[in-house]
């Protein structure tokens, strides 16, 4: 019995994800020997954003009798650029449309609302922390786009693994409430997990912030890597006043070094807000693993070295620079 | 090589997708013998919406020495209501909180959008055509929460399989393009794809929509079920006064029983407004696959018997008549 | 020399608070011997309220040789309403204008926001807080209008003596933060003041106030009347799901019997939500001591018997059947 | 009997005007022998604004055993900064709280709006009309601060006679309705007031004001000072084309040295248009005595030494270069 | 030499006030023979309204080869109705579609805006006061327009002639200015014109409204039928205030049955409000005569019998059930 | 019997189009002897604009004993600039304040609005298209307006002649669908029409613009000016998008030279949308020919010598220097 509704890897790349009409439309070119007409088709977004998934759309037609350009993940696009251009018979690529243009679709908005984030936060560091809003079957591809869009790192052990980063984390509330004690769970923290894992301490499971911050830097004095204010919207979230007087009591106690992270509903305005105000660190959830697909349309621009375009589109190939060929 | 960034199966349900500090919970709890801690944990929404996800849950979580229970799926939820609950020790079912958080956000998104568009269509046909915006391993989770929620039938190849239903489509424009002439495709269709599908004619690749309904209606007369309208937003997009026309223009010519199905940006807004103008059915994308994930929250309201919370949340579980035992 | 820059009651009396010009107006008439000139005036508001300050207008003019009308204390009136009629020689009161206008349209202004804060929390109970926003002068005159306009209380000495009340009020972060403790400061408070005051304790000046709320209570047991939410803006306020978080862990814990007493920014619509939340009393201070005063106006309305109005008034007398004669 | 509800100054010099619980805090303090504990507090606006009120601080301090800074009146401040600071035993001055805030919210408030006043009339004369909005009480407390804003005049008499400066005022609409016409009126001032006061005669009482200001031009000719415009909403107000025409008319006729006075309803935006139309002078009323008073927080921030403060603070003093040492 | 550039009716009549395009059409049909096509073709409004203009229409088509039917004038339609219909050989009429759309389209206008008025203003008289804002060669039309929408009267003397209606109007300001008295010109207007024309006399020009009113009538008595308000908005216009003074001061000195006539810058809104505040009369200038053309379109919608239409149309006759036969 | 309502050029120049107090005003003056006082007049606009309708003022004027001050046409003005001047006795011009009000109100409105859209479209050809909304008897004065405005050329005949332009247009849908294909439309039109008319043509009446546009240009190849898209709103209108589609299409097939004409619907903004996006020509109707008439107010400013005016407004004449003597 499927214990899981996502596509495996095998369904995917057999095509069975893809909308039903273009198995269709094979089976009706083949009965008309149309099969292998040769065809550019040619991939464009309805809004600006950051590209991302090109490296899977390269992977998904390895081995197809077809030539490949793309854009460069990480690299900016206006509307309607052409960010992949496909040339080859139709029957070789034609299937994998609805896939190609969800993972290209699906990745940009991902890696955009990233960059977003980390353009708010200036140099600071940014941890994409949403694996949690999305189906655990593209977590990792979620927090993979977060890293090319410009995080500094995911909380995702699959998406830390594919990037070749060790995955970002502090705490859960969970430890706190099973052990009974901040201060306790720290300590725990500190003798159990890896000594090169910075301690960052989650401090408002039971107490005030600022007086849990002073409890656990007193405990774990220069060992603390930082503190993280995770403050529920049933107390107001995390405010800037909160940041400032956290960090004022850390220095006022000989605790300069100790970093503020926060989380909690952030998005590029409210970064940029805390971050005057102080926090050194943004742990950024549905604001990444949320964002809207960035739509994407395939057109075929030639059949048969002809130019042409369905009514409403310019016939032919549209160039753009920043192509390169990738197959 | 891995070909795909996205999850199979089996790193799923070995928590492979995980946040990190779950994996380190676990292993602190172990090095002070606390992982089997009896708790009780919930999971809540933040925003009202239908209940999509619940069997995966338990799909995930059988086998593990727990009690859960779960809201149906397909049932409506306010903001905060417990839609899970779980009892048991902790080390069983720690681990996989980002991944039921994420199932349960993402389906139940898909699943209120769906129902918006049902509820807008009256009885009229709502078919989900999302597939192309969401990464390929998530299509055909979303094309099922998207039934759930009310959608009559969705195009991917795999979510329809998985419901047990038949792929709904109708055909591409570039099928049209390549064979070069709306009536030659449409003949083409008739002749090979299956008797029990129905011939529903994409007729704005070349010429005017009214031109070419007529057209086709003339060339597979009673055989045609319905015309598909999805005039590029570059032409204007599909309005009520077109659905109007084409509608007059073939019950004029003698052809009443063609239907009128329209796709391109539809809404509940426009599903309304086209619905009133005569359009017989909806292919429903982005609305449906773009819908932000409805957050979801996992709490801890109980260890060892006693109740409790962090901060902010009231301590000890939360009753809700609709949930029912799943494991 | 003069320690503060407010008016004594024998320089309000004798007219030294009033505009340069009625004084001058009486050396003309007098000049003219036209002082005595008999003349009707009224006054009228310019926006509806509820009428305060008729007490003090009926105690200004007493000794003077004119009749005068006035609506009752704590009646509502509407925009262009006459609420004081004086009939009488125009020397007798024409140099009071000044000091009658502006205590109808302070009085009434703090009356009127009073009656709102009382409406938004139905029958529980609302304490006039606000002193400190206005000078010490009128904080009197203030919390006296705020008790007409339907308040149940009033924390200044002076305007609680004047309304032959006791005052109301809990304790300064002041108290907590000499003692050090909340505890300590509670037992103090529990062991000096006076057994009928009932014991309301602020519970947000060093720790959680979820958490101080339950030391508080083990501490004070059946004699803890209630615990104050002052919560500041900094840490989010006072919001509803504190409110209802302290309730439930009061009652989990087997103090169902203590208030909760909120504070801090509240308006009508804050008090609606709080209320709502489970909030049993409201200290209420700058949306009633700050209030923009009504303005009224005074024209003279008869002169010698004659009806008469400047231009854009109507000539005479405008009846209104709430005028009772007080002097 | 008490014949006003305000409080007279030995009131308030002996605390009857303050909040109970700052009388209760004192009766605990000395229980437990801490009355004479040494703090530090500080004085705090929530908003920006022009600081008003420090004379009265000093005055009420004067004697006790405190050190007191203060930024000067007339200074600007921003939200947070520290305007007042007071160093000595708590039960020295804690009483005063609520009577030094009050003073200085209030003042401040009203100062500000006569700044913004000003600044609207560029050099021309702003004089303070409002007395008739506010409790006689502090009538002349809220004339001092519209002077220390930048206000040139008040028209009551004792707030006029605490500046040392000669009440501003120009004459009734009772006046004018009592004599029976605006230029008999005129004359008698005229004939009657001392010499130094300039004839500024209010034109819009009986007929067109335009008419009434050549009628009283051609009756005064160069004793004339100015003429006064006040018409009533209910015409229309005062609006720039009158100022204008009224303007052009006696230039037209020979009066070009009758300056234009303008009163009603004026605020910053309707001073600067009428300022633009040719009006010399500004009777403001409401806007100044009806501004909202800025509220102020008082904070102990070091207790015997040690620097603290509740929750939402940052413990310890906060430095401010514009306090002066005033006591 | 021409002196004015409007059309005569002859110039009209023959056609030259058409599009250049309609002439060349009947050139290019008559080079193919297909200048007699028997044409069906309709007018229809893009937005609702009152219908007028079809008279001008008959009288236009009177003596051409073709049936025509049209709505009456003074019954409304929506959006899309077919409100004309011509049957016929396109030679004998489409010349003249420029003209009867032009006529249609104003009328209607104009019409439309009348009937908002005379709905605003109940049972009230309204009065077109327009012809100022139109040219002179439209005047009459406009002015007709109004009284088929719903006005009782037209200032125009050509536009009331071809009414059957006298002409209404008062005075204009030049009359009293050029007297040089409010009261003399009345009685000069009083003295001179005929009987019948009922004494309404404007009393805003040189002196303030309600004092002129009273001068008038005292001068008139009971010969008055009303006064005219006027006020330009220099002086803030006719407030609702003025009328309610206007009204109480006639009553008052005993002229109850002089009639309020307002006008200046009145629309639906205003005269609502004034109406409410006593007014009795409107007269209405540009919200009728700028009220903008409504629209319309004429076209084909049958050739040789076969019902047809251009793209975005739907083909063939639309019925109506308000057409009637008049030609 | 009289066919059309609008007034023939005797019927206005006897002042019949005039309102019946002008008339009235005439006899009164004559029956005190007044007629021919001496006065000036001055005429000036409530809005800013361009000016149009001092020729017609001229003509009308003309042979009587009056001067005549006026801006020339196609000059800016700002509210209250005087734009003309007439000095005379009042009886030789009174009764054509309602004519020449008319006349420079609706020829203003008309000439601004072209200007607007002229700016808009840079050194891009614009031309009047909107006879059709407006009475035929001004369409002519409209036509005339829009060119002095700024606009290229006209449609109507008459306005055209008036200019000594010739008129401009292209085809009608009629044309089209009588003929029953536009390319043999095209074809008639460019075998009738005289060779120097250029040769633009309708191409949305059957088929898609750009399809048609192709078969158009196929036809008429190096003879064919233009096509001119006129998309109606039920088909979305014309758009960028489709601009630049045809544009694309007709320069791949080898006809960079045809331009594209665009109507329907137009103002600035979509004429500056779609100047961008390449097209060539903009027929504008409604926005012109709708555009509403520039209020105009006459006011005697001088009369027998004396500066005077009616309250509200300054006495004398108030001078422009761009006034010229034109009589």
């Known amino acids: 019995m499927r214990k899981l509704f996502s596509a495996n890897h095998e369904e995917i790349l057999h095509g069975e994800t893809t909308d039903i009409y273009f198995k269709r439309t094979i089976q009706i070119l083949e009965a008309k020997g149309l099969e292998n007409t040769e065809v550019v088709a040619e991939i464009f977004p309805t809004h600006e954003g950051l590209l991302c998934g090109s490296e899977e759309i390269k992977n998904l037609l390895e081995g197809k009798k077809v030539e490949v350009w793309a854009q460069k993940e990480g690299t900016p696009f206006k509307a309607k650029d052409t960010i992949v ?15 190609m243009l969800g993972i290209l679709a699906s990745s940009s908005g991902w890696a955009t609302a990233a960059r977003e984030c980390k353009e708010a936060a200036g140099g600071k560091l ?18 993979r786009a977060a890293v090319i869009g410009g995080a500094d790192g995911a909380s995702s052990i699959l998406g830390a693994k594919i990037l070749n980063l060790k995955p970002s984390g502090t705490m859960p509330h969970a430890l706190v409430l099973i052990i009974g004690d901040t201060v306790q769970a720290a300590e725990a923290f500190d003798r159990v997990v890896e000594p090169e894992v910075p301690r960052v301490i989650l401090v408002d499971t039971f107490h005030d912030e600022a007086e849990e911050s002073l409890r656990v830097a007193r405990a774990l004095k220069e060992k603390l890597s930082g503190v993280r204010l995770d403050t529920p919207k049933e107390r107001g979230g995390v405010t800037p006043d909160l940041v400032r007087e956290v960090r004022a009591r850390l220095d006022q106690a000989g605790f300069p070094f100790v970093k503020i992270f926060v989380s909690g509903g952030l998005n590029p305005e ?55 060929r990738i197959l």
């Open 126 to 143: 940014v941890i994409s922390f949403g694996a949690r809003h999305v189906h655990p079957a593209v977590a990792s591809v979620m927090d």
């Open 270 to 324: 409210k970064i940029r807000i805390l971050s005057e105000a102080g926090a050194d660190a943004f742990g950024v959830g549905s604001y990444i693993s949320s964002a809207k697909p960035i739509e994407m349309t395939m057109d075929l621009k030639e059949v048969k070295g002809v130019p042409l375009a369905k009514r409403g589109r310019i016939p032919g190939p549209i160039e753009n620079p920043l192509l390169e």
């Open 85 to 99: 251009r496909i040339k080859g018979p139709y029957g070789e690529f034609g299937i994998f449309e609805t896939a």
